[in-house]
């Protein structure tokens, strides 16, 4: 369209400036001071894969106490079976009252978590 109206595009500029934007979008994850666990596009295929339903989140639209079942652990590289200490993971819920992000938000957080072992 640009050649239309005698117009060249400067593509070495453009790659340069996307890969810009694309490290300012993710420094920004970490903008809150601490890690943020990203769910990335292969992270999400590998558990479809798997057979993992996505996340139910029609209950966002309902204000009570919600309960969920912890479908995965996922490290930011990795899923792993259990969690403990002081590092950073993200849980994969079953089910969630939280709205996905969509741009504005930098991350959610739990007000109160309760964990219980089911065997």
Do not use: P, W
Not at 10 to 29: L, P, T, Y
Not at 78 to 100: K, M, N, R
């Amino acid at each position: 369209m640009a050649v239309d109206f005698g117009l060249s595009v400067d593509m070495e500029g453009f790659n340069v400036s996307m890969e810009e934007a694309r490290q300012k979008a993710r420094n920004a994850r970490y903008k809150a001071g601490g890690k943020s666990i990203v769910l990335d596009a292969n992270a999400t295929s590998q558990l479809r894969n798997q057979g993992l339903a996505s996340t139910n989140d029609s209950s966002k639209f309902q204000h009570e106490v919600h309960s969920s079942v912890v479908k995965a652990i996922y490290t930011g590289s990795e899923f792993i079976a259990s969690a403990s200490g002081d590092e950073d993971f993200g849980l994969v819920l079953e089910s969630t009252s939280f709205y996905a992000e969509q741009g504005g938000q930098v991350q959610l957080h739990f007000q109160q978590c309760h964990v219980g072992v089911v065997e």
